[in-house]
């Protein structure tokens, strides 16, 4: 969704004294995608020159840098998903003990990657990106054999890559222990919301400051109701982290033929990829993946913006720590937001701070349909978008970014 290239506004530079920064990350600073778009803007607000980047690149990822002004040494990781030969005990045995066979051998050999870029270097300490279970491993051994200090990242809980890589209970135990100890030993750590602040706080002792995206806004979108279409849009930008949501949403469109309050309605979509199950004839705009300048355009010009996370039992942590980073694009964009959250995901607290448009927390299709039904003829519009002005301003906006980033990368 957001280009390795673009630039909307140059990152300030305020370091009096810069430090020399080893970043350790999964996720190639300037490669597609949010994580990469975070990345590049940290680097440019501490200087390429004051960096240098060990990316731990997935095997099967592109092996090129993004961003040409960092040096950037690329070491590929493997083993990051469990095999399972059969169902049940067994397989996962069988599992846990491949990868016992195989992970420690690229965890050595990474590690020697980063301590030789290191004792080249000579940093004042790692930046390491706790987004896979290699960085988070290579980061643990690292610091017990060279003392260097450590600074941290957290985009998402440990809990969602063990997950998604479908490991073995003893080689998710192993990880989730690692990732508890990087964190404690961190001499500074950066978390994504204010629920993954206090539940660290809570359960691994450590303090930790917000760090969020931001994305500046263009002063003539979403200003104005004028539409050049005749029917209603509802848009969806990026990853589809909760398609238990998504799914929902595209039922309740189904149960009234695509038109809601007698007009017609299509679902917008930028992104990279999504998987839909079409039963009947739906309206859909795919524009695939998009800039952010073009994905703020298109997202500006649609009735209101869906953003959802999931209801479904095994990712409650993931709704309650997580915090969408397309959130940043949507109050760029100044159109109101359809929340649809269960109660206890973080961004329920959000919309108790700022009303940035309708709450929908139930996956009934109904239930989603009246939502729909009552936000697109509501005369809530105005005061929603206000709300999304002010939450730009006050909780994403650039500046807040770059003082985040100031006070993490500090000397």
């Known amino acids: 969704m957001l280009a390795a290239d673009e630039s909307l506004d140059s990152p300030t530079r305020l370091m009096v004294n810069p430090a020399r920064i080893l970043l350790l990350t999964g996720t190639a600073p300037g490669e597609p995608g949010v994580g990469g778009v975070i990345l590049r803007d940290l680097v440019r607000i501490a ?15 592109g092996q090129q840098p ?6 950037t040494t690329v070491h590929p990781r493997r083993y990051e998903t469990g095999y399972r030969p059969f169902k049940g005990l ?6 846990s003990l491949a ?7 690229m965890i050595r050999d990474a590690c020697r990657t980063v301590e030789t870029i290191a004792k080249a270097q000579r940093p004042d300490y790692i930046l390491v990106v706790l987004e896979s279970p290699a960085a988070i491993q290579v980061a643990r051994a690292v610091h017990q054999r060279t003392g260097i200090p450590l600074r941290s990242i957290v985009w998402d809980d440990v809990d969602l890559f063990c997950r998604q890589g479908m490991f073995d209970r003893w080689t998710r135990a192993r990880i989730e222990r690692d990732f508890g100890r990087v964190l404690k030993a961190s001499e500074r750590v950066a978390v994504i919301c204010e629920n993954m602040q206090r539940d660290y706080r809570q359960h691994y002792g450590i303090e930790s400051q917000i760090l969020r995206h931001g994305i500046p806004s263009d002063p003539a979108v979403g200003t104005s109701d004028a539409r050049s279409r005749d029917y209603c849009v509802i848009g969806f930008a990026g990853s589809v982290t909760a398609p238990d949501c998504l799914q929902s949403l595209v039922q309740a469109l189904d149960q009234t033929n695509w038109q809601l309050n007698g007009s017609d309605v299509a679902l917008r979509l930028v992104g990279a990829r999504y998987l839909l199950d079409s039963r009947k004839p739906q309206r859909i705009e795919y524009f695939g993946w998009r800039t952010v300048t073009e994905t703020r355009a298109l997202l500006a010009d649609c009735d209101v913006l869906y953003l959802p996370q999931s209801f479904e039992p095994e990712s409650r942590k993931f709704s309650e720590l997580s915090f969408p980073t397309k959130l940043s694009t949507y109050v760029a964009a100044g159109r109101p937001i359809l929340l649809h959250a269960p109660h206890y995901a973080s961004l329920t607290d959000v ?4 009303e940035l448009g309708p709450a929908c927390h139930d996956t009934d299709p109904t239930a989603v349909r009246h939502v729909l039904e009552s936000a ?8 929603w978008k206000s709300e999304v002005l002010r939450a730009h301003e006050e909780f994403l906006s650039v500046s807040r970014f770059e003082a985040s980033v100031q006070r993490l990368i500090g000397v």
């Open 47 to 61: 200087g390429a020159e004051h960096c240098q980047c060990c990316w731990l690149a997935p095997r099967h990822g």
């Open 66 to 71: 993004f961003l040409s002004e960092l040096a």
């Open 90 to 95: 067994g397989g996962e045995v069988i599992s």
């Open 99 to 105: 990868l016992q066979l195989l992970r420690p051998r």
């Open 351 to 354: 919309w108790s701070q700022f």
């Open 376 to 383: 697109l003829q509501s005369k809530s519009a105005k005061r």
